[in-house]
């Protein structure tokens, strides 16, 4: 067996799929995109005043669904901004805004989250990351963090969500292969540790950390089942994902010689009429304080 690559070592873009030009991996995202929202039950599900919410970003915005469906849903948003390092995903997302005519309201930029945001400080009303599980390595979120706070306006919202790795389902076959994804996340730094929540756990730690007030969590156990749309929808991206995948299995973690077996497996016990997966989805959110206020004296007020 060969010892996996030291990711510290690793130069060019983190993302688990490294094909840049991957139409795969633009119709899974985009798929993906539009399982997760719905069966979240909406974009700010969880957010009790989101007309308050003027000015977006979201990090690692992928396609663009997510930004797009929040101008639709929210028309009191005045400017919502998506950065992503990939250039087809933005021309992708581009595309979305056009369609669903908010791009008036929205723009799409080419930025690499891992640098300095090109924004000013307290630019945002809130700033969303979701599934950054795929890119971002343990060690960069101290600085992700430190930048998401610099650019969200005091009294602002940083609202993160993140999967766990699947541990219930009917399909033996599916829960190898979260096994094996699990380990390459793992050993490539993408999560803290070797288990299904070794990320989704260190959440809240890691906003109480950067100072985030008021932190709260939503966890959406989505259950998804043989013969309906959503389930179709969930194994579609899972087939997809065997294969978007397959390369950063090969080099962090244990590539099995029946690798194409096992999803073949996979696919079919999907088909089966008692298919059952269940995925936590959990999202935290919370507010960057206030400065304190001075008084006509200059004293600071609490
Ligand atoms: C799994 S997708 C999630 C997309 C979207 N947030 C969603 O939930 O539908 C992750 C996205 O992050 C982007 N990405 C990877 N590395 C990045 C970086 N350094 N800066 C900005 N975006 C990045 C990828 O190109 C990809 O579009």
Known sequence: MSTPADPRREVGGT?????????????????QDRMLTASMGGVLPEQGDPARLRRVLDVGCGTGGWLVEAAKTYLDIERSVGIDVNRQMIAAAHQEAQAQQVSARVQFR??????????????????????????????????MLREEWRVTRPGGVIRLTEVAIVTESSSPAYLRLCTLILHALYRAGHYFNPTPDGLTSQLVPLLHQFGVENVQTRLHAVRYRAGTAEGQHFAEDMRLVS????????????????????????????????????????????????PPTKTASGREQP
């Not at 993302?15 to 985009?30: A, I, P």
């Not at 891992?114 to 101290?142: C, G, H, I």
Request: hydrophobic residues 40%.
């Open 110 to 143: 080419l930025m690499d989250a891992l640098q300095m945001l090109k924004f000013p400080s307290d630019s945002f009303d809130l700033v969303n990351q979701r599934l950054a599980m795929s890119w971002l390595r343990t060690w960069e979120w101290p600085k």
């Open 243 to 290: 294969r978007t995948l397959a390369p950063y299995v090969r080099k962090w973690g244990q590539m099995p010689d029946d690798y194409q077996a096992l999803c073949k497996q996979m696919l079919q016990e999907f088909e089966q009429p008692d298919f059952f997966a269940v995925l936590n989805v959990l999202t935290a959110w919370g507010t960057k304080s206030q």
């Open 15 to 31: 993302y688990f799929v490294q094909n840049r030009d991957n139409l795969e991996e633009l119709s899974r995202l985009h798929i």
